[in-house]
DNA sequence: GTCTATAGCTTGATAGAC
DNA sequence: GTCTATCAAGCTATAGAC
């Protein structure tokens, strides 16, 4: 077979695809290489310390994806908080497919890597913490207030995440995404 | 090594901790026979079809917990809703071990072998649901505020038991659990 | 940088003795 | 009902050609 040139941002996508949906343990450096079109070798090549090092990988592209598609939005001061709120949210639907996609971060926080991602996965979710908790302070909340508001988000998305899947019933994550606004004190 | 008899309730005890620990994926026969005690072979003459039968009883198991622990308690009407909320709550940190243990429905609700588990799964949750719902009832909601503020208990319990793993810190799932009575309707 | 081929191990599962 | 012994398949990972 021909040696044809892969991007690299297709290939992350494609592992990203895979490792979410399966899991860690779930996913076969087969299902890896049939997802991506490389072969195992040319894996080991991009990738040297194998599966863990993809999974590791994606991770940290996920931790830039919240940087950039919710903190820096979140922060944008020249928009209005609910415009901000709108854009951030709008991303996270698309992110989990309106809630019928898994979440990377929940899907590599209980595996047998687990230890090797913790750090990551805990960064990826302070990103969000201080995120809405920006939020919800620049709608008149504590310091304090503003943290638990903004912990109570992240549980809805997760929270309702596991059952929209479960009850396969995507209603339950958008009500819980669309209550968010409200919950950060954005005015109506 | 002599053929000791294994008691049936602390092979599934085992079974489960396996499980809810490595997930499906992450549990292979090895470790389930290591914990249990039983070979390899015994495991299979007591669950003929294997892994996924194990799973599959186990999460049948946690289906009858969660009626008896906390439906059952729940709409026990001769006591205060306050109290009955109260023990069902208690049962439930007790579970999961005041959030340092992970949801067994969780950890089978996303392998390789979900479809043949989510029926139950799927049963588990309309128990609590149905559950929270009566008490929320009780205290005077509507049919559909009742189902919306229980489903909300359950999001509660399901994302702070996500992050309070991810982020090391089970304040997180005490203090979700502990604002379900307020949730609920429950008079202070 | 991608491939074929394969090593070495672990997996889920079974046969048959006791 | 539990065990030892074993199988075939799948796994992660590597060697070496192009």
């Not at 209980?110 to 919800?136: G, H, K, M, V, W």
Request: net charge negative; with cysteine.
């Amino acid at each position: 077979m021909a040696a044809v040139k892969v991007f690299p941002e297709d290939v992350d996508r494609k592992l990203n695809e895979v490792f979410t949906r399966y899991g860690y343990d779930g996913t076969s450096m087969e299902m890896l290489s049939q997802a991506s079109g490389l072969k195992k070798a040319s894996l080991y090549h991009r990738f040297p310390g194998g599966k863990k090092d993809m999974a590791a990988h994606i991770l940290k592209k996920t931790e830039t994806w919240f940087q950039e598609h919710v903190n820096s939005v979140l922060h944008d001061e020249g928009r209005s908080m609910s415009d901000r709120l709108t854009e951030a949210l709008d991303a996270i639907r698309f992110l989990f497919e309106d809630g019928t996609r898994n979440c990377t971060l929940r899907m590599l926080s209980a595996c047998s890597e687990t230890p090797y991602f913790q750090e990551t996965i805990r960064s990826c979710f302070n990103i969000l913490q201080d995120a809405f908790s920006f939020i919800a302070k620049g709608n008149g909340m504590s310091e304090s207030e503003a943290a638990g508001k903004s912990m109570q988000a992240i549980i809805n998305i997760q929270g309702s995440l596991v059952l929209s899947r479960a009850m396969d019933n995507q209603e339950i994550f958008k009500a819980s995404v669309a209550a968010i606004p409200e919950l950060l004190g954005v005015p109506k």
